[in-house]
T-cell receptor, first 117, second 111 residues
Framework: GAVVSQHPSRVICKSGTSVKIECRSL??????MFWYRQFPKQSLMLMAT?????????EQGVEKDKFLINHASLTLSTLTVTSAHPEDSSFYIC?????????????FGEGSWLTVV | KQEVTQIPAALSVPEGENLVLNCSFT??????LQWFRQDPGKGLTSLLL?????REQTSGRLNASLDKSSGRSTLYIAASQPGDSATYLC??????????FGAGTRLFVKA
């Protein structure tokens, strides 16, 4: 079946630095990828939608300059947390919609845990 | 605006018990509904995916049903085991293929 890979699965970075999380569709082309964030003991919330070759669409309240999303190819989207702060520590997960795939199936990565110290 | 609610928020049962987790959503215009499992400090594992045209899906001891018209889904876990202890998330795929998640049910199965 379709697989979406996220890397790294776990990362620790220092406050003020930037960290990049990759989301790859391994055996299909993804026209659209989505990025979600999970706050402690809360549900996963959509941050942004990215379409290959175009700018990401951010949900209300998400800082686009802080969470840079690039969808440079049909198999790769990246989320860069810039100038990270401890409050950015969270679980981030991506999903991908297959191009020409079976209707409406979205495939999820396993997620990435970010800790900012 | 689509909202997904999961009841109960937490559940503790003895090993071997059959249990039901509930999920409700406010807008029946969904593409599909998915149940996930999340272990503490780990990622998401997809358990079952039900397309909007389907009524249920089964995988091993898990059975998920979908009643789109009433905005409800249930996840049935048979003969629960301590290894089933985790948070179970319900999620619906909506317009634009965005996914709306419930807050989850934290399950603890006692040995």
């Amino acid at each position: 079946g379709a697989v979406v890979s996220q890397h790294p699965s776990r990362v620790i970075c220092k406050s003020g630095t930037s960290v990049k999380i990759e989301c790859r569709s391994l055996d299909f082309q993804a026209t659209t990828m989505f990025w979600y964030r999970q706050f402690p003991k809360q549900s996963l919330m959509l941050m942004a939608t990215s379409n290959e070759g175009s700018k990401a669409t951010y949900e209300q309240g998400v800082e686009k300059d802080k969470f840079l999303i690039n969808h440079a190819s049909l198999t790769l989207s990246t989320l860069t947390v810039t100038s990270a702060h401890p409050e950015d520590s969270s679980f981030y997960i991506c999903s991908a919609r297959a191009k020409g795939g079976p209707g409406n199936t979205i495939y999820f990565g396993e997620g990435s845990w970010l800790t900012v110290v | 605006k689509q909202e997904v609610t999961q009841i109960p928020a937490a559940l503790s049962v003895p090993e071997g018990e059959n249990l039901v987790l509930n999920c409700s959503f406010t807008d029946s215009a969904i593409y599909n509904l998915q149940w996930f499992r999340q272990d503490p400090g780990k990622g998401l594992t997809s358990l079952l995916l039900i397309q909007s045209s389907q009524r249920e899906q089964t995988s091993g001891r898990l059975n998920a049903s979908l009643d789109k018209s009433s905005g409800r889904s249930t996840l049935y876990i048979a003969a629960s085991q301590p290894g089933d202890s985790a948070t179970y998330l319900c999620a619906v795929s909506t317009g634009g293929f965005k996914t709306i998640f419930g807050a989850g049910t934290r399950l603890f199965v006692k040995a």
